[in-house]
């Protein structure tokens, strides 16, 4: 494996660990507000938002929570809010 390959495969780990953080955090602010700890979470600078939101949108809504997604310019990510829907 050359130098190149390398540097390759290091920055596939490193997407897919900020993906799986990323990840995490929107569980855990789903939890939070379907456990009433919390009326709304936000959570911002999400690299890879709209890939995380496309693998738990329907998960929080089995759980009665809107992820409502606020776009950053030129598609760089996205900061994210999480509520009840009923609010």
């Known amino acids: 494996m ?6 390759q495969r290091r920055a596939g780990t ?6 799986n953080r990323e990840l995490a955090e929107v569980e855990a602010a789903i939890a939070l507000v379907r456990s009433g700890v919390a009326g ?9 938002g709209e890939e995380v939101l ?3 949108r329907a998960r929080g809504a ?11 310019p030129e598609d760089a ?3 994210l809010d999480v509520r ?3 609010d």
């Not at 089995?62 to 606020?70: K, Q, T, W, Y």
């Open 14 to 19: 490193a997407i897919v660990h900020e993906l």
């Open 62 to 72: 089995d759980h009665g929570v809107l992820l409502e997604p606020i776009p950053w």
């Open 84 to 86: 009840r829907i009923d």
């Open 40 to 48: 709304e979470v936000s959570l911002t600078n999400l690299r890879y």
């Open 54 to 56: 496309s693998q738990i």
């Open 2 to 7: 050359n130098r190149d390959e390398k540097d």
């Open 77 to 79: 990510g996205c900061d």
